[in-house]
C-alpha cells in the first residue's frame, strides 16, 4: 500500500451511474501496536481499592456452580477468598467475573453477615458490577453493626465509584479486543484497544479535527454527536436528523453483518462526517484538508462523497447534491469504507469487495438508487457471458479498477449480493479472514470452498435465473 494518498479515478459517464461513483481515499497506516495476549488480559485490571479482606477459608470446602459475565460456566470446590477473588480447584476467579446475580449469591453465602468489614466490601462490589439498591442496604447493615463504621462508609462510596468505573473500561475494552480475536494468528497487525483516557484525548484530537478543517470551507457551526459519529452539517436540521438515525442504524446493521457487539465503538474517538450544502465547500475541504488532486480534474466526474482514511483517523466529506437519495446513498457508501478500515485490522478487501459490500449495504437503505445504477449494468454484463475473473482481478494499485464505464462497482456488488444471498455466514468468514491479513483468494478457499473461477462460474449461474 502507498504511503501517500492514493486516489481512485472515478470516470465520467453519460448515465446516473456517474454520479454515484464515490470514491475512497486511502492513506496507508503505520502499523498498529499488536497486543500482546488475548483480548480479556489487555483491559484494565480491576483496582486493589476499598475495604481489605484478607485471605478467609470456609470451615470446609464449599461446592459451587457458577456463571461467569462471559458465559462460562465454573464448577468446583471453593477453597478460600479474599475482597478480590476466590479460589479453588478451578483456579482464581475475580469476583466481578461473576454475572451480578450471580456474584450476590455467592459473595453472600460466603461472608459473615455480622462483619462491618465483610458488608462493607459486599456494598463496593455490588456498586462495581451495576446493582446499586442492595449496595445502599449493604452499607446501613454495616453501620447498624457497629455505629464507628459510619467515619469509613464515605471512604468506601468513593471507592465503590472507582470500582464501577474500572469495571465499566474493562468491560469495555473486553468487548472491543473480542472484535480482534479472529485476526490474533493473522499477518495483519491490530487496532489497538484504547482505554478510557486514551479514547478521551482521541475524541478530542478528531473534535478539533472537526473544527479546523470545516473552517477551511468557511463553515463554522455546532458540531452533532452520536455514540460513533461527530456530524459538522449546514443542511436543514430535519435532513441532518434523518441522516444521522441513518448512519446510526446503518452502524449496527454492518457491525450485525460483521458479528460484532453493536455497542462496540471500531473508531479512532468517531468518524467526522461532514455534510457541506454546496460543492464548492466540499471541494475546499478536500483541496485543505486532504491534499486530494482528484475532485474537479477533468474526467473526474460529479463526485458527492469521499471517505478518508488517515491511519487511524476516519473523515466523511459530502455534499448535499439537489437529488436527495443519491446523496444518501453515496453517504453510506462512503461511511461502509470507514467502518471496514476500523474492523479489527487496517488489511484492506479487494477491490470488488472492497466497493461491492459498501454499495450492498447502501442498498439495504437506498434501494432504488443503487439498484438504478449497479444492477442492470451487471446483468447485461454476466448474461452476455463477460468474464467475472477479469473483474475479480482488478484492483486499486495499478489503475485497472473500476474498469471501463466502471464496471467493476456494478459487477462488484452483484457478486456481493449473490455471496450475501446464498451464505451470509460464509462471506462474513471469508471477511473476517482477509481481515486478518489472508490473501483474499486463499480465505476464499478456506471459508467458502471455492477458487476465483469457481466464484465467477457460481456467480454467473446464480444470475442466470434471477435477478
Not at 465483610?118 to 455505629?147: M, T
Not at 468491560?171 to 472491543?176: C, G, K, Y
Not at 477458487?451 to 446464480?462: G, T
Given at each position: 500500500m502507498p504511503n501517500a494518498p492514493n486516489p481512485r479515478d472515478n470516470q465520467s459517464m453519460s448515465t446516473l451511474i456517474a454520479m454515484v461513483l464515490g470514491a475512497v481515499l486511502w492513506q496507508a497506516p503505520s502499523a498498529p501496536a499488536a497486543p500482546t495476549g488475548d483480548a480479556a488480559s489487555s483491559a484494565a485490571p480491576a483496582p486493589s481499592v476499598g475495604t481489605e479482606i484478607?485471605?478467609?477459608?470456609?470451615?470446609?470446602?464449599?461446592?459451587?456452580?457458577?456463571?461467569?459475565?462471559?458465559?462460562?460456566?465454573?464448577?468446583?470446590?471453593?477453597?478460600?477468598?479474599?475482597?478480590?477473588?476466590?479460589?479453588?480447584?478451578?483456579?482464581?476467579?475475580?469476583?466481578?467475573?461473576?454475572?451480578?446475580?450471580?456474584?450476590?449469591?455467592?459473595?453472600?453465602?460466603?461472608?459473615?453477615?455480622?462483619?462491618?468489614?465483610?458488608?462493607?466490601?459486599?456494598?463496593?462490589?455490588?456498586?462495581?458490577?451495576?446493582?446499586?439498591?442492595?449496595?445502599?442496604?449493604?452499607?446501613?447493615?454495616?453501620?447498624?453493626?457497629?455505629?464507628?463504621?459510619?467515619?469509613?462508609?464515605?471512604?468506601?462510596?468513593?471507592?465503590?465509584?472507582?470500582?464501577?468505573?474500572?469495571?465499566?473500561?474493562?468491560?469495555?475494552?473486553?468487548?472491543?479486543?473480542?472484535?480482534?480475536?479472529?485476526?490474533?494468528?493473522?499477518?495483519?497487525?491490530?487496532?489497538?484497544?484504547?482505554?478510557?483516557?486514551?479514547?478521551?484525548?482521541?475524541?478530542?484530537?478528531?473534535?478539533?479535527?472537526?473544527?479546523?478543517?470545516?473552517?477551511?470551507?468557511?463553515?463554522?457551526?455546532e458540531p452533532i454527536e452520536t455514540d460513533h459519529f461527530i456530524l459538522i452539517s449546514e443542511l436543514k436540521p430535519a435532513e441532518t436528523k434523518e441522516l444521522q438515525k441513518e448512519l446510526d442504524r446503518m452502524y449496527a446493521q454492518v457491525l450485525g453483518y460483521l458479528g460484532v457487539d453493536p455497542k462496540v465503538n471500531l473508531f479512532w474517538g468517531k468518524a467526522v462526517v461532514f455534510l457541506f450544502a454546496t460543492e464548492d465547500r466540499f471541494k475546499a475541504v478536500e483541496a485543505g484538508a486532504f491534499q486530494n488532486p482528484m475532485v474537479g480534474r477533468p474526467g473526474s466526474g460529479q463526485v458527492m462523497g469521499l471517505c478518508h482514511m488517515m491511519k487511524e483517523r476516519v473523515f466523511v466529506n459530502s455534499w448535499r447534491c439537489p437529488d436527495y437519495a443519491l446523496f444518501g446513498s453515496v453517504l453510506i457508501h462512503e461511511t461502509v469504507h470507514g467502518i471496514m478500515h476500523r474492523y479489527s485490522t487496517p488489511a484492506r478487501l479487494p477491490a470488488w469487495a472492497d466497493e461491492g459490500f459498501s454499495d450492498w449495504v447502501a442498498a439495504q437503505f437506498q434501494s432504488a438508487t443503487v439498484e438504478q445504477a449497479r444492477r442492470a449494468q451487471a446483468m447485461q454484463y454476466i448474461r452476455s457471458g463477460g468474464n467475472l475473473v477479469t473483474v475479480l482481478d482488478m484492483n486499486y494499485r495499478d489503475g485497472s479498477w473500476p474498469g471501463q464505464n466502471a464496471l467493476g462497482y456494478a459487477v462488484g456488488y452483484a457478486i456481493v449480493d449473490a455471496m450475501m444471498r446464498e451464505d451470509p455466514g460464509k462471506f462474513e468468514d471469508w471477511l473476517r479472514k482477509v481481515k486478518g491479513g489472508m490473501p483474499w483468494e486463499q480465505a476464499l478457499q478456506d471459508a467458502c470452498g471455492l477458487s476465483k473461477r469457481q466464484l465467477a462460474s457460481n456467480v454467473a449461474r446464480f444470475f442466470s435465473t434471477r435477478d
Amino acid at each position: 500500500m502507498p504511503n501517500a494518498p492514493n486516489p481512485r479515478d472515478n470516470q465520467s459517464m453519460s448515465t446516473l451511474i456517474a454520479m454515484v461513483l464515490g470514491a475512497v481515499l486511502w492513506q496507508a497506516p503505520s502499523a498498529p501496536a499488536a497486543p500482546t495476549g488475548d483480548a480479556a488480559s489487555s483491559a484494565a485490571p480491576a483496582p486493589s481499592v476499598g475495604t481489605e479482606i484478607k485471605e478467609t477459608r470456609p470451615d470446609k470446602p464449599l461446592r459451587i456452580r457458577v456463571k461467569l459475565a462471559r458465559g462460562t460456566i465454573v464448577a468446583g470446590l471453593l477453597a478460600s477468598w479474599d475482597d478480590d477473588a476466590f479460589s479453588g480447584d478451578f483456579g482464581r476467579i475475580e469476583w466481578i467475573e461473576l454475572t451480578p446475580s450471580e456474584f450476590k449469591r455467592l459473595f453472600d453465602k460466603v461472608m459473615d453477615d455480622r462483619d462491618p468489614s465483610h458488608q462493607l466490601r459486599f456494598a463496593e462490589l455490588l456498586v462495581a458490577v451495576g446493582l446499586d439498591a442492595p449496595a445502599e442496604s449493604a452499607w446501613r447493615k454495616a453501620a447498624s453493626i457497629d455505629p464507628s463504621v459510619k467515619s469509613r462508609v464515605a471512604g468506601s462510596r468513593e471507592a465503590a465509584k472507582a470500582m464501577r468505573k474500572a469495571w465499566l473500561e474493562r468491560e469495555r475494552m473486553q468487548r472491543e479486543g473480542a472484535v480482534q480475536d479472529f485476526a490474533e494468528d493473522g499477518a495483519a497487525p491490530r487496532w489497538p484497544v484504547l482505554t478510557d483516557a486514551e479514547r478521551d484525548a482521541a475524541l478530542a484530537a478528531m473534535r478539533e479535527d472537526a473544527k479546523h478543517y470545516s473552517a477551511m470551507a468557511g463553515v463554522s457551526v455546532e458540531p452533532i454527536e452520536t455514540d460513533h459519529f461527530i456530524l459538522i452539517s449546514e443542511l436543514k436540521p430535519a435532513e441532518t436528523k434523518e441522516l444521522q438515525k441513518e448512519l446510526d442504524r446503518m452502524y449496527a446493521q454492518v457491525l450485525g453483518y460483521l458479528g460484532v457487539d453493536p455497542k462496540v465503538n471500531l473508531f479512532w474517538g468517531k468518524a467526522v462526517v461532514f455534510l457541506f450544502a454546496t460543492e464548492d465547500r466540499f471541494k475546499a475541504v478536500e483541496a485543505g484538508a486532504f491534499q486530494n488532486p482528484m475532485v474537479g480534474r477533468p474526467g473526474s466526474g460529479q463526485v458527492m462523497g469521499l471517505c478518508h482514511m488517515m491511519k487511524e483517523r476516519v473523515f466523511v466529506n459530502s455534499w448535499r447534491c439537489p437529488d436527495y437519495a443519491l446523496f444518501g446513498s453515496v453517504l453510506i457508501h462512503e461511511t461502509v469504507h470507514g467502518i471496514m478500515h476500523r474492523y479489527s485490522t487496517p488489511a484492506r478487501l479487494p477491490a470488488w469487495a472492497d466497493e461491492g459490500f459498501s454499495d450492498w449495504v447502501a442498498a439495504q437503505f437506498q434501494s432504488a438508487t443503487v439498484e438504478q445504477a449497479r444492477r442492470a449494468q451487471a446483468m447485461q454484463y454476466i448474461r452476455s457471458g463477460g468474464n467475472l475473473v477479469t473483474v475479480l482481478d482488478m484492483n486499486y494499485r495499478d489503475g485497472s479498477w473500476p474498469g471501463q464505464n466502471a464496471l467493476g462497482y456494478a459487477v462488484g456488488y452483484a457478486i456481493v449480493d449473490a455471496m450475501m444471498r446464498e451464505d451470509p455466514g460464509k462471506f462474513e468468514d471469508w471477511l473476517r479472514k482477509v481481515k486478518g491479513g489472508m490473501p483474499w483468494e486463499q480465505a476464499l478457499q478456506d471459508a467458502c470452498g471455492l477458487s476465483k473461477r469457481q466464484l465467477a462460474s457460481n456467480v454467473a449461474r446464480f444470475f442466470s435465473t434471477r435477478d
